[in-house]
């Protein structure tokens, strides 16, 4: 056990097996720096998708892997990451996760401690140019059930209004999320969905982005 805290949402802990760090929610696996490829994926496919990615919203912290990849594009020039547990935070930046510190110290990198729902519903009608979600395992897979709210028509529809005319969402998923899915060819004119395929703990797991662009309502 290298961290743990307890937390209004249950136990929060990082722990050692060999060189791999591993994150857990209430004793549930959730990610670990082994296997980085498709949080990888999910900041190069939301970046990829924008013309000109320079503000992005992250929702999730995680362990660092979704937004090293973001920063490592040179065309960002702003990073709010959104994370809802302050004592992940602390802990990236003590460096208990190694590099962790280093990512939050990038001038370019603001770290909001609260839930992703507030700050978009505070957010500038285009103020945006991509937000990534990685808050949870996906709509039917969630780890915290206050997190369902994160995959309603209501609130895609906030981040679509926060987003510029050529804006971007992009959501890492544990399954295909069809119902997402639909909802989001509601709302964005391009909606794409990528199986990534992983090797985790010894076995063969596929996880799903989805990556939706060009608001519907800012188009017309």
């Not at 547990?85 to 401690?113: F, M, N, T």
């Amino acid at each position: 056990m290298l961290a743990r805290a307890d937390t209004p949402r249950g136990s929060l802990s990082l722990r050692r097996r060999g060189d791999v760090i591993e994150l857990r929610v209430n004793g549930l696996f959730v990610m670990d720096t082994a296997e980085t490829g498709s949080e990888r994926a999910l900041a190069c496919l939301a970046l990829g998708a924008s013309p000109a990615p320079s503000r992005v919203l992250l929702g999730g912290l995680g362990l660092g892997s979704t937004l090293a990849a973001t920063l490592a594009d040179e065309q960002v020039d702003r990073v709010t990451v959104v994370e809802l547990e302050p004592d992940l935070v602390a802990w990236l930046r003590a460096d208990v996760v190694p590099g962790g510190a280093r990512l939050l110290a990038d001038p370019r990198v603001r770290v909001v401690v609260s839930d992703v729902r507030e700050v978009v519903q505070t957010s500038a009608s285009g103020s945006v140019d991509v937000v990534v979600l990685d808050v949870d395992n996906g709509p039917d897979h969630l780890i915290h059930a206050d997190n369902r709210a994160l995959y309603h028509a209501s609130f895609v529809d906030r981040v679509a209004d926060a987003l510029t005319d050529n804006g971007v969402l992009a959501v890492w998923s544990m399954s295909r999320a069809v119902e997402l899915e639909d909802t989001l060819h509601g709302v964005f004119e391009d909606v794409r969905t990528t199986s990534h395929r992983v090797r985790l703990q010894g076995r063969d797991e596929t996880y799903w982005i989805l990556v939706a662009s060009r608001p519907i309502t800012s188009a017309a």
